[in-house]
């Protein structure tokens, strides 16, 4: 049976298995390659997006259970005012190296943002450490969520 | 890995190759391109050892620079972008001497052509051993001023003046007395005419506007919005996705396959079987997983079907009993050694550790009847295409290799063994297909680093100087597999790097390596490479010496330097910075690493802190670096904590290990890798430099290992000698 979702306010009728994981429907059938693959168990953070705000790991999440949630990715975080503010300390700061897992560093950090305004380091470790960065950038991450936590709002 | 041990920015290299030097030489012709363009053609050349540019036999360019009537700059060159900043730090390097905004310059990817693109320090199309700045530095300056040399000549021919009443300055030639400009664009037809100047005289540091400044990375728009794409983004019209299952025994073949109900799952196409390996085929990646899982798959599991690490540990253990060949040896070490008042001796063992990049093994092929097509990310892509040529069958110039960001390197993309797997599956499919590896795949067939073990001993004279030092270990030599021509009388020149050419004065001094290849499990480059295995040794035993002398761990390296005035004084500023001999809280300690690699001197301070449990917690690294002259400080600070993360993250947990010939880890919970809530404080300081650049990609990484042994040592009074951190054997140990 087909599943309807909307991702980014678009709604789309997709056809496979409602066990397919999400990470899967966005990257091969809808051809969003912005939410990236690495682990395939929520290990690793890659794959995070937004199901109605939660920073979730599209890589477990089966595509029956998405529903008539709204599902953001890093295509579009941009517009909302967390996202922007995030994606501009992370020009800023110069964050990414390789740059791969920096679409779900960016997804769980304006997740946190936009529930946590000013966040303590505590919470940025509780936010940030299913996040897996293997160029080793969490340093000018933690001070890029602080310059976004202090750019207003 | 580099053919000269030093490259650029050596202990010896005190003098960097002039500006005369280099032309004289012949690197470099200039001419018309189609449509009027500028176009120099540059040979980088190889650098020998006291870091001058070779001789240059025959002219084979492997980089070039068009400028073109609009003005713009387009470089292209051998390198590639793994996150550790090169497309902007190489740009940097001509935008500077050719006096144009670093924005005006446009890079392109280069082809594949081991012939044009060769990497000056490796000598093959390759991107690695952190050395593309280290091999650019003196030639792309020197074609920046020959560019801007040429321009000014022409505008200066246009105005019938003396060129030197001339000036280039953003991207434009003026006449300084009258105030009349013209941009290099309306000038590049004419300048391509002019003749190439044999001497032009190269910015003094001090005239520097770009490079040393922290320009902004040229790649980070498209990194943080999803745009950028790597290799496993790519989507040909009617892609399929396979994903596979390799013989978990390296050396193992198929036996048998039921792929009845792995067919029967909803967007599964086919089932591709090659002789050791198993692929399925179908609409998305989710479907192949679970066609994989359903896949019945009997293993002939081959030779190797009961290896144990502990055997490849033996077997190198006793291959350090024979003598091996010499890398190098200083003075009488076996007559000092018998005049020694004390002796120190240890033996050091480091795991093979997988590379596990964020972005799993992928590659994306289309073979037709007639060529064949590859999307990858690649750190050596003329290798590439040549591997998807023979696996393909077809001739070279029939295969197009497009090459794409790569997330994460680290060594693994220099290997080809995932572009030969996607052309053997591509060619049973009539489609192109895009064959990703799971996480796990990706683990448990990894080319690995090597496993070490090393036998090293001194002797101490009466004020616990140490007057001889002998270094032997075994282990797999990468080079001779990658780069056989480099592997010569027993000796390579990666297996070697960070043991032999120490900073300390170490008057009578022998090293010899024993190559050993371990069955059943395959070796490739890792992050710094050689040095990864030989600092840690080297570090820990130089700390093992100044407590068997009663002495400060600083103090006693520092007593050892007076021929290396760089490494001490990284050594004294990282001691400063880190409040060396400052008291800390019980269980917590300090540890320092001293080394030379990849041309650059660094000295790094870890602070560690012991739990009852055994737990370490990697609290704050200080590191100094003298890496020469500084292209893009932002880069360095960068590449120092990567690095650091990257080579704390080995300490701490980094391990493969095999039981009935697997690799018993499979994902990020049994290869843990350091996070958010473990990364300690890291504070760099660079000192100010007018030495060639030395390469940064790595150089941070092999010093943390040792620094954070050396550190716990210093917390509970127990020495650590096997990598990873054993914390059972540090529990009670406060």
Redesign the interface.
């Known amino acids: 049976m087909a599943f309807q979702l909307t991702v980014n306010g678009d709604r789309h009728s997709i056809d496979v298995d409602g066990d397919t994981p999400l990470l899967w429907v966005l990257r091969d059938v809808l051809g969003m390659t912005g939410t990236k693959f690495g682990c395939g168990m929520a290990l690793c953070g890659a794959c995070t997006v937004h199901i109605d705000g939660v920073a979730t790991r599209s890589c477990i999440t089966s595509i029956d259970s998405v529903g008539n949630a709204a599902v953001t990715t890093i295509e579009a975080i941009g517009k909302t005012p967390s996202g922007q503010k995030i994606q501009n300390a992370w020009l800023d700061r110069e964050v990414p190296q390789c740059g791969y897992c920096q679409s779900g560093q960016i997804m769980s950090a304006s997740a946190l943002l936009a529930t946590n305004p000013h966040p303590s380091d505590a919470d940025i470790d509780d936010a940030m450490s299913g996040n897996i960065c293997r160029c080793g950038t969490y340093i000018r991450i933690r001070e890029a969520i602080k310059q976004a936590a202090q750019s207003g709002g | 890995m580099t053919l000269n041990r030093h490259g650029f920015g050596s202990a010896s290299c005190d003098r960097p190759a002039s500006a005369e030097d280099l032309s004289r030489r012949g690197f470099l012709r200039a001419g018309a391109a189609a449509s009027g363009a500028l176009l120099l053609s540059l040979s980088l050349p190889f650098a020998s050892r006291n870091g001058e540019a070779a001789k240059v036999e025959t002219f084979v360019p492997n980089a070039f620079i068009r400028i073109g009537g609009d003005g713009e700059v387009v470089l292209t060159m051998p390198y590639v972008e ?4 090169t497309y902007t730090s190489i740009p940097m390097l001509i935008a500077e001497e050719l006096e144009v905004d670093l924005k005006q310059v446009r890079l392109e990817h280069a082809p594949p052509n081991e012939k044009l693109y060769v990497n000056p320090l490796l000598g093959v199309q390759a991107t690695g051993n952190s050395n593309a700045i280290r091999g650019a530095w003196q030639p792309l300056r020197q074609a920046g001023a020959t560019a801007r040399s040429m321009l000014v000549s022409a505008a200066a021919k246009r105005w019938k003046v003396d060129p030197s009443s001339c000036r280039a300055q953003s991207g434009e030639v003026l006449h300084v007395s009258t105030g009349r400009s013209i941009r290099y664009g309306e000038l590049a037809a004419d300048a391509a005419g002019m003749p190439v100047p044999e001497n032009v005289t190269l910015k003094r540091p001090d005239e520097f506007k770009l490079i040393g400044t922290a320009a ?2 040229l ?12 290799g ?2 790519v ?1 040909p019209p009617g892609v399929k ?1 396979a994903t596979l299952a390799q013989s978990p025994v390296f050396g193992g073949r198929v036996k048998s396959v039921d792929d009845a109900a792995a067919k029967a ?3 599964v196409r086919q089932i591709v079987r090659l002789d050791d390996a198993v692929a399925v085929v179908a ?5 192949a ?2 066609g994989l899982a359903a896949l019945k798959i009997e293993w002939d599991d081959g030779p190797h079907a009961k290896l144990i690490t502990e055997e490849i540990g033996r077997e190198l253990e006793n291959a350090t009993l024979k003598s091996g060949a010499v890398a190098q040896t200083i003075g009488d070490v076996d007559k000092a050694m018998a005049s020694a008042v004390a002796k120190v001796e240890a033996t050091y063992q480091v795991p093979f550790l997988a590379h ?5 093994m992928n590659c994306t092929v289309h073979v037709r009847k007639d060529g064949c097509e590859v999307w990858v990310g690649s750190q050596a892509l003329a290798r590439a295409q040549a591997v998807a040529a023979k696996t393909a069958g077809l001739p070279p110039d029939k295969v197009v290799v497009h090459n794409h ?6 060594g693994r993309r220099l290997e080809v063994d995932g572009i030969i797997r996607a052309v053997e599956i591509a060619k049973q499919v009539d489609a192109p297909v895009k064959v ?1 590896w ?2 796990e795949e990706d683990i448990q067939h990894d080319m690995y680093r090597p496993y070490w073990f090393d036998r090293i001993s001194a002797g101490l004279d009466e004020n616990g100087k140490p007057i001889a030092w002998s270094h032997r270990f075994a282990g797999s030599s990468v080079i001779a597999r990658w780069l056989p021509p480099a592997f010569k009388n027993g000796l390579d020149p990666d297996s070697t790097e960070g043991a032999i050419d120490l900073v300390y004065d170490l008057p009578n001094f022998r090293v010899e390596y024993v190559r050993v290849e371990p069955p059943g499990i395959p070796t490739a480059f890792w992050r710094s490479v050689g040095p990864s295995h030989n600092v840690f040794v080297t570090e820990s035993f130089v700390d093992e010496m100044a407590a068997a002398a009663k002495q400060d761990a600083v103090a006693y390296r520092r007593a050892l330097l007076d021929k290396s005035p760089r490494a001490k004084a990284v050594l004294d500023l990282a001691a400063e910075k880190a409040g060396w001999g400052q008291p800390l809280p019980k269980g917590s300690g300090r540890g320092v690493s001293l080394q030379f690699a990849f041309g650059n001197y660094l000295a790094q301070i870890a602070e560690v802190e012991v739990s009852k449990d055994g737990e370490v917690r990697l609290r704050r690294v200080v590191c100094a670096v003298d890496c020469g002259t500084v292209v893009n400080p ?1 880069t360095v600070q ?1 590449q120092i ?6 080579g704390a993250t080995a300490a701490l947990y980094g391990e493969i290990t095999l039981k009935d010939g697997r690799v018993e880890q499979s ?3 049994t290869y843990r ?5 473990e ?1 300690p ?2 504070e760099a300081y660079i000192v100010k430099s007018s030495e060639p650049p030395g390469g940064m990609g790595e150089t941070g990484t092999s010093a943390i290992v040792p620094a954070v042994a050396n550190a716990i040592f210093a917390a509970t009074a127990k020495r650590l000698r096997k990598m990873p951190i054993d914390t059972t054997a540090l529990k009670q140990r406060v």
Do not use: C
Request: net charge positive.
């Open positions: 793994m996150g550790q900043g902004k990375r790649d980070t728009p498209a990194k943080i919005n999803g745009t950028a794409l790597y496993i983004d989507r996705i799952v909803k967007g609409d998305h990646m989710g479907a997983k679970k596990a990049t964020m972005e799993p960001l790569i997330g994460g390197g680290f990703v799971t996480r932002d960068a904590q990567s690095g650091i993360i990257f994902n990020f919970d890798v350091l996070r958010m809530n990364a404080a890291i």
